[in-house]
């Protein structure tokens, strides 16, 4: 009994094991876990341009039976043939959109012509623009890419520059612009 009682690491007066906590070394075990995680997020994000799948996206279809993988089939047919298509005008998002003036879809993307507001937490609401954005599917999200209001006709598709260039600029943008910039005001004022 005595050579039992010898080899236990536990202290003789209270019976509980010390355990010591190093902040330092807990500091650097986190901050390299952090630094892990972020690369390997910076791997698969640099892979799904290419078409790499994920690894448990792999494992997913790796524990799939024949039936389960021919439905897999069918849905990546029609999840291909929708980004294909433009969006819809109600997928793509409209933060700080006040008004669409155009939209116009070619090929896999959907080019829309809006103008856009300030911040309401400003006393006096400015809309801004036209600003020409281009939507198009990224898996499940709507991904914008800003054209700007300048420069448009080197920028844009000819096709797409023919079907917008009418509705960029005029008078009627203009008075568009001073009609929504007061309602905007006078909206961010009464509350």
Known sequence: MDNNQESTPTSKESGIQEISFDSERARDFLARYEQEQKAARQVRRAGRPIGKLSD?????????????????K??????????????????????????????????????????KRTTRRAEKVYVNGPYVYAYRWDGA???????????????????????????????????????????????????
């Open 56 to 72: 448990g996206l792999q494992d997913k279809l790796m524990s799939c039976n024949i039936p389960q993988l021919g439905t897999v």
């Open 141 to 191: 999200y709507v991904r914008p890419e800003y054209f700007g209001s300048k420069g448009l006709s080197k920028k844009l598709p000819r096709r797409v520059w023919s079907a917008l260039k009418g509705q960029i600029s005029g008078p009627e943008i203009e008075k568009l612009k001073s009609q929504l910039s007061e309602k905007w005001s006078r909206n961010s004022g009464e509350e």
């Open 74 to 115: 069918r849905m990546c047919k029609q999840l291909i043939a929708r980004q294909r298509k433009p969006p819809r005008d109600q997928d793509c998002p409209t933060r700080f959109a006040v008004k669409v003036i155009a939209a116009f879809g070619y090929r896999n993307r959907l080019f829309r012509v809006e103008l």
